[in-house]
């Protein structure tokens, strides 16, 4: 009772300070309900403070072990039982103890998709080099790298114990430290509050922060031996080399630059069937040259094989390209038709009669009229006045028939030849089980059902991919089946690995891929990717109660397409390691307009 | 395809005729997700009708069977796996199928926990007695009683296949069966609706349903051979068995029928201390003779190792009712001195003026005003003018602390002799594991976390208790340790029997027993309950997301008892097999004001 009231007080006490995030040291052994109940009830008080709890980077690949085994093995079992006991509450976070040993890689990732605020470094932790200046291990390189990549904070605690060659005192007291002593200062200020339980004792003065991706420039001067200064900061070496470690690193591509901002941001997926697109977004994906390329490929081929060399001035191909917006794939159609010297009669038709205004003066700024006939018109009604040779459409979803492409292509299939060519010819659907407690917090932030019934687009990165993602649904075009209908079910089985641990599933990343022509392919599954392609994220099927699996236990799904006289949804659920319900029934709460 | 359109025409057919409910076939295999779908779509669309799943009364006892195996070992597995995934729908019930052989007792106990609306026993199941007439064997005599105490209609099915002996032909012919056919019809409009996969066809004229408790009066009339008929019924002698059975069974005490429409009932706990009674609340518990009486042996008892026999004339013993209510503690300390030969000097402390009022006529009426003191006061802030031999109080809630006595006894011990005497001197509250799905539904259909979090009083009737209860929290007093805080913390792990198989926790009920003097003991705790007392149902603490244990994990639960300012409260969690949230942190949902 009398640590409890400390502990209150001390978080009282940094609350009012307004300070951004207070350090709480790791729970002992395996039960820590009442340390919980404790934290948990300080949750509910504090207002914009977080809750660091320190969390050892642990655990025993012993698969011989003991299950009923007391012993801890596993820290991230710790974290979870904690962070399930305080019900995912969105302001308790994590700060990683790194020791001397890493866990395997598989168990490492899982940290990625939690809420891992700071990475705590002893001096212990760190080698000598040849020099006698510290530096890390190859794999606690790469782990921050991986940190810094994900906004972790690196946090240098301990003793100095690498003993300095000589000389270099004398170059710590050219340096201005003051400055960065201030630095230090406003750091521990902004970053890492008060500490309970004589941290703050114990590690006076031996605080060290960087934020990564902030403080680049000012490293940068701090290292600049033109700084001159009194004293050295005693884990100045530990900084420098973790800073080295930052500049090292390759800086981003443009696209994931431009991607910042996006990164783990939920947002809504289109529904271009059922509303009608804004210039601003046809704007954003005609820029993606990726993407028309490997279309203009795809058409390339079939307009040869379609028409032999031989026959290229006699025989003109009608391509009809639906779904034309304001005119992206008529342009990569005609391309193709001059690249490979097929004649080319277009009809491209749109049902968004403001994207038809564009594609008009696009027509007539072009010189196209002989060869373009526009049609403003839905695919799935219009009565075209000939047949196709070949159907050129992008109707992709990031799910790939999450857009309502198989229900647009069946009625466009009408006036395509028996023997013609649909491009995209086939696309797949693919999930896989992610960490993603990000993403999980600000779903559950709207405190009802229906945002975890619904689908999301999103950027995803601050996630753990559990295991390989596996397909779901396939549509081919044309379908020349004698079942019609674009209902599917899938059960899939996930198996992770066991050297992993014990993993906590959010819910499920999904992508897609779709064979254009041949082995053309287009799409944003993680293995088989389209490189520099943007036009979409991957989507997110949340979990209303996420889902522990433990090692040796798989994760059975279930998905379901379902078609009514209106609307088109998802359904999903998980039956083991336990049966959740089943979400999204009857579409209730997400769907997609026909 | 073709399946769940038929079962969704059906079901809407059912629902248009207005039925009861619609008895669906039983989930095929272990796997179920696409039929429990599909089901689930129907239930969030359909009105008042239930859905009666059949589920076969199957369990093998087989502990070393490998546990990855596909086999259905436990068909209670099934219907968990079903009402998961349909989300605990309070439409979805059970219709058993009742086999020859029956699963252990245990195991058979988990579904008094659950919406069984019907148990349907095949013909194939009866055995024959002597006469060649239909009968059950032991065992399912005892679960047929049981079924009838939770209003589970017994439907009987099959073919006739007892051969009756001669001459009951004849005895048949009198009866005037068109009024029993007339009524069997009407049940099966009633009750049992139509079917889905030719469930209909196969037993179209075998139906005979019977709701327990409703139709003894209809059922004896039709066992009096006075009702002449033309036609018996097929299956009248497996209904006459099942009637005599019903017939057989005891009547229900006069207390558990009084309590009946109590059953399953939430109500929220009293606050005695922060909201005055009304005088029908004293009433009621004041009719309560079996608990003054243990009052009354407690103070005797009390009385007697104060004062010894040879000088009872002498010595006056000062007692003092705390929290007096309108006085039935007061006659009961005057009976105990009238039957002991002590004299007494009481000071009745009572803090709802209203009560002060009858407190004060029936003093008067009774001509006690010589030994009896009124104060009227709150008995924390009392300053008594004498001290205390003997304090009697009753300020005990269902789960024994629950009405803040420990608070209040705090309180008022001021005013207690060093050596004096509590009665109560010591309380303990117990919890104990249980089933209880109409419970669990009830707080659900509230659709807020403010019910989860909410302990009720409830006449527990349909429920499974998993495992023996176990103390919590215990009480003493008059309390002379140094620490004289009343918060507590108790972690317990419960162990279901393993026979039992797997099971559902949906929550806890809780009891308390107190020792009130000596040997003097009262309670409510099952196995040790004090015989026809009633001012106490359970208490029943529910489980937000409810947890299903199996065989060989272990249940571990962790109660706090909270103190504030101005309130008291409880927190609970499980941590085992899998942590939940920590529920009702800083009493945010339910709390007991001070």
Known sequence: ??????????????????????????????????????????????????????????????????????????????????????????????????????????????????????????????????????????????????????????????????????????????????????????????????????????????????????????????????????????????????????????????????????????????QPLMDNLEAQTYETFEKDAVKYIQY????????????????????????????????????????????????????????????????????????????????????RYWDAPEKADILVSELLGSFGDNELSPECLDGAQRFLKDDGISIPSSYTSFIQPITASKLYNDVKSHKDVVHFETAYVVKLHNVARLAPSQPVFTFTHPNRSTNKSNQRYMKLQFDIPSETGSSMVHGFAGYFDAKLYKDIHLGIEPTTATPNMFSWFSIFFPLRTPVVVHPGSSLEVHFWRCCGPAKVWYEWCITSPSPSSIQNSNGRSYWVGL
């Open 296 to 379: 203009q490929r795809a058409i390339c081929k079939a307009l040869q094989d379609r028409v032999p060399d031989g026959k290229a001035l006699m025989i003109t191909t009608v391509l009809m390209v639906v779904g034309a917006g304001r005119g992206p794939l008529v342009r990569a159609s005609l391309q193709a038709a001059e690249e490979t010297g097929r004649k080319l009669k277009i009809y491209a038709v749109e049902k968004n009669p403001n994207a038809v205004v564009t594609l008009h003066s696009l027509v007539k700024l072009e010189g196209w009229e002989n060869i373009v006939t526009i049609v403003s018109s839905d695919m």
């Open 1 to 270: 009772m009398d640590s409890e009231t400390t502990l209150k007080q001390e978080v009282a006490w940094a609350s009012h300070l307004s300070l951004q995030a207070c350090l709480l040291p790791a729970p002992k052994g395996t039960s820590c309900a009442n340390y919980a109940r404790c934290v948990n009830q300080i949750l509910l008080g504090v207002n914009n403070m977080q809750l660091w709890l320190r969390i050892p980077l642990l655990k025993t690949d012993d698969d011989s072990m003991d299950i009923n085994s007391n012993s801890l093995v596993d820290s991230w079992e710790l974290w979870n039982s904690f962070r399930m006991l305080c019900e995912h509450h969105s302001q308790l976070s994590i700060a990683l103890d790194v020791l001397s040993s890493l866990p395997s890689a598989n168990s490492l990732g899982r940290w990625f998709g939690e809420s891992v605020r700071a990475a705590i470094i002893d001096t212990d932790s760190f080698l000598t080099n040849a020099r006698g200046y510290p530096c890390l291990s190859k794999r606690h390189q790469k782990l921050i790298t991986e940190f810094f990549n994900h906004s972790v904070q690196i946090v240098i605690s301990g003793k100095p114990v690498h003993g300095l060659p000589k000389g270099s005192a004398d170059l710590a007291a050219n340096n201005n430290d003051s400055n960065f002593d201030d630095w230090v200062l406003q750091k521990v200020k902004d970053c890492v509050g008060i500490s309970c339980e004589g941290f703050e004792e114990e590690n006076k003065a031996l605080f060290t922060a960087i934020e990564a991706s902030h403080y680049k420039d000012k490293l940068a001067s701090f290292s600049n031996p033109a700084n001159k200064g009194v004293h050295r900061h005693p884990l100045r070496s530990y900084l420098d080399y973790v800073g080295y470690l930052y500049q090292r690193m390759d800086p981003l591509p443009e696209q994931e630059r431009f991607e910042l901002g996006y990164r783990d941001f939920l947002q809504s997926p289109l």
